[in-house]
């Protein structure tokens, strides 16, 4: 499975849009990319996935580049319960590997 | 989403005595189901992958015969840590998916003293 590279740590104000980088660069062709978050002590939280297109649901959006090198995932109002550990993971098969992620901290 | 639950949530546990986990997928069917575990300040490292019905296949350095896997229904995962020992300490976490997605239990925290 493709590695992902992620900044350690951001911060966002609450309020507005948090936009987390994700750098996969040696992606395939059949592989998605998913992203999930941890909020302390509990399990990983589903966020979003995509292939190659653009995707949004009630959570968030993903923006995936045309080389499908890198993506961002965009909260348009971030909350202080957004405040997690933001996990991008790459993959084909339904096995998922964690890399460290981003701790994403929401200030009021 | 779907809901998958894990029990106990938390447990406390003497050195060299063995703890079962239940993993249980609520509202719909997994044929396979993952458990990961979890140091402090660390990411989540997956141990294995169980498919129901059949033997669970283990991540390089994890050891089959201290983590024992039992995946014996469609809903229904479990983990057993055996012979435990302060090492062992850490949050196990289980997920169970379907073709699509992946959904993760809320985790169980293990001590050993």
């Known amino acids: 499975d493709a590695k992902t590279t992620q900044p350690p740590s951001m911060d966002c104000a609450e309020g507005r849009a948090a936009n987390l980088p994700c750098n996969h660069s040696t992606i395939s062709g059949n592989e998605y990319v998913y992203w999930y978050r941890q909020i302390h002590s509990q399990g990983p939280q589903y966020i979003i996935h995509g292939l190659k297109n653009n995707e949004t649901n009630e959570m968030a959006s993903l923006i995936i580049t045309e080389d499908r090198k890198s993506s961002t995932l965009i909260l348009p109002h971030a909350t202080l319960r957004d405040t997690a550990v933001y996990y991008c993971i790459v993959n084909s098969a339904q096995k998922l590997v964690f890399g460290q992620g981003t701790r994403l901290t929401i200030n009021p | 989403g779907a809901v998958v639950s894990q029990h106990p949530s938390w447990v406390i546990c003497k050195s060299g005595t063995s703890v079962k986990i239940e993993c249980r997928s609520l509202d719909f069917q997994a044929t396979t189901m993952f458990w990961y575990r979890q140091f402090p300040k660390q990411s989540l490292m997956l141990m294995a992958t169980?498919?129901?019905?059949?033997?669970?296949?283990?991540e390089q350095g994890v050891e089959k015969d201290k983590f024992l896997i039992n995946h014996a229904s469609l809903t229904l995962s479990t983990l057993t840590v055996t012979s435990a020992h302060p090492e062992d300490s850490s949050f196990y976490i289980c997920?169970?998916?379907?073709?699509?997605?992946?959904?993760f239990g809320p985790g169980t925290r293990l001590t050993v003293l």
């Open positions: 169980s498919n129901e019905g059949s033997k669970a296949t283990y």
């Open positions: 997920s169970a998916s379907t073709p699509n997605e992946q959904f």
